[in-house]
């Protein structure tokens, strides 16, 4: 794999850093935290001009995913240091899935275009190796009908339909996993208020899908390596909200005065930001590395479950020693730093957290 950044990525990383640092500020945080909150036109329209959305849904791809990813993990990382709203990120795994398992063409326009909104549920949140979350029938009059509730899915408040896999299997037809993306407007959505109002609990009761619809019969192998790709440009992602943790609290111990000097000049301060700073250097490396295989088409179980076992631990570790070197400051709701907390409660609900993810680890390797 690479260590080192080309050219264009680190093009690609100033032109993002810019265009968040100018139009997702703290207040747009908070103010998506609202359950009821709107898509945030103003970003929206912005990453569209960039091509962000193009770039999820681009078919130049390579043995799979396509080398995009790698373009897409700066988009992560730097979406992550400033929290960028969730459906952002749910629509470009949409879109980067949508392009993989040959999605019609107008859809993907649509997508690229920044017409449509959309997000993804096609693994359980809570393991990411467990696929296809609902169940199909046949439907007598053609067709399936689709059952099932999805837990923890992203900005299903904002977004216009999901992509969904289903277990299919009757006496005369053997076991498929079909892929389809549903209206949300035919869900019964609930909010998750300990969520901070992103995720929201959807429930399908007997929704009908015409064979038309179905965009492909996925076998496990395909499904994995999107859930691989979601799983890497999360860890991806994770990197940049402790690396934006990190600089503010960095920054905080530089100017905070005890005893007449700052507090960072002490021992025991540098120890704790040392520990920060190797946590997330590791989440860093491990995540590009998981990033680096899946797109050029391996599985990488290894690398994805390693990635995804130092991203979920170290988050909350990272914004939990943040609080406490901020002393009060950083306990009061009027300061931003739980901002990321509970984002990196949020993430570590999606895929699979640290103990998920050494279950993967000891089946690849043979436990």
């Known amino acids: 794999m690479k260590l080192v950044e080309t050219s264009e990525e680190r093009d690609w990383r100033r032109v993002l850093r810019s265009l968040f640092g100018t139009h997702c500020p703290p207040e747009l945080v908070r103010e998506q935290a609202d359950p009821g909150a709107a898509r945030p036109e103003a970003l929206w329209r912005e990453l569209t001009k960039v091509g962000v959305f193009e770039l999820a849904t681009d078919d130049q791809h390579l043995d799979g995913i396509g080398r995009s990813l790698d373009a897409l993990g700066v988009l992560a990382e730097e979406a992550g240091r400033v929290l960028c709203p969730d459906i952002v990120g749910s629509t470009v795994l949409f879109g980067l899935a949508a392009q993989y398992l040959v999605a019609p063409d107008d859809l993907l326009h649509r997508v690229g275009d920044g017409e449509l909104a959309a997000t993804c549920a096609l693994w359980q949140p809570g393991d990411a190796h467990r696929l296809a979350p609902l169940t199909a029938e046949p439907d007598p009059d053609g067709g ?72 492909a019969y996925a076998d496990t192998d395909r499904l994995r390596l999107l859930a691989h790709a979601g799983l890497a440009l999360q860890a991806r992602e994770i990197a940049g909200g402790c690396s934006a943790v990190l600089e503010r609290t960095v920054a905080y111990v530089a100017e905070r005065e005890q005893f007449g000097r700052a507090i960072g000049t002490f021992q025991a301060v540098q120890h704790h930001i040392a520990d920060m700073h190797i946590a997330t250097a590791a989440t860093r490396l491990a995540a590009a590395r998981a990033t680096f295989w899946v797109g050029r088409g391996e599985l990488a179980s290894h690398e994805v479950a390693t990635a995804t076992m130092k991203s979920s631990d170290a988050y909350p570790f990272v914004t939990l020693t943040a609080h406490q070197l901020h002393g009060g400051m ?38």
């Open 144 to 215: 399936w009908v689709l059952s099932g509730e999805l837990h923890h899915v992203p900005a299903a408040g904002q977004a216009e339909l999901v992509l969904v896999a289903a277990a299919t299997g009757t006496d005369t037809d053997p076991a498929r996993t079909l892929i389809t993306a549903l209206p949300l407007a035919a869900a019964e959505i609930t909010t998750l208020d300990a969520m901070g109002g992103s995720s929201r609990r959807v429930r399908f009761d007997r929704v009908s899908v015409r064979e038309a619809d179905i965009w």
């Open 330 to 367: 950083g306990y009061v709701r009027e300061a931003d730093l739980h901002l990321w907390s509970e984002r990196a409660v949020v993430l570590r609900a999606r895929g699979g957290d640290a103990d998920v993810a050494a279950g993967w680890l000891a089946e690849e390797v043979g436990l």
